[in-house]
């Protein structure tokens, strides 16, 4: 996979705008316009999961199993 810098003027010129801002107002219409630009122009993978299910016998605690299904049992045991 290529990494490199967003290489855009548009976004260039919209930093800049965003920079050179002395109110607040103008930052945040500035903002806006990077955020709608970027939105449109850089893609977006989510790397979370809303819901997950897991199970463990009942004896069992300290197994962390994250929503990726990577299993941590560095805390595993039986409980007492």
């Known amino acids: 996979m290529e990494r490199r ?3 855009n003027k ?3 010129k919209l930093v800049n705008e965003y920079v ?3 109110d607040l ?3 945040r219409t500035a903002a806006k316009k990077i955020q709608e630009m970027l939105l449109d122009e850089v893609p977006i ?3 979370y999961f809303y ?3 897991t199970a463990t016998k009942p004896d069992i605690a ?3 199993v994250s929503a990726m299904g ?3 049992v560095s805390q595993a045991g039986t409980k007492a």
């Open 62 to 64: 300290g197994v962390d």
């Open 20 to 22: 050179a801002a002395l």
């Open 25 to 27: 107002q103008s930052q």
């Open 45 to 47: 993978v989510f790397a």
């Open 51 to 53: 819901f997950y299910l």
């Open 70 to 72: 990577h299993v941590d």
């Open 5 to 7: 810098p967003l290489q």
């Open 10 to 12: 548009d976004y260039d």
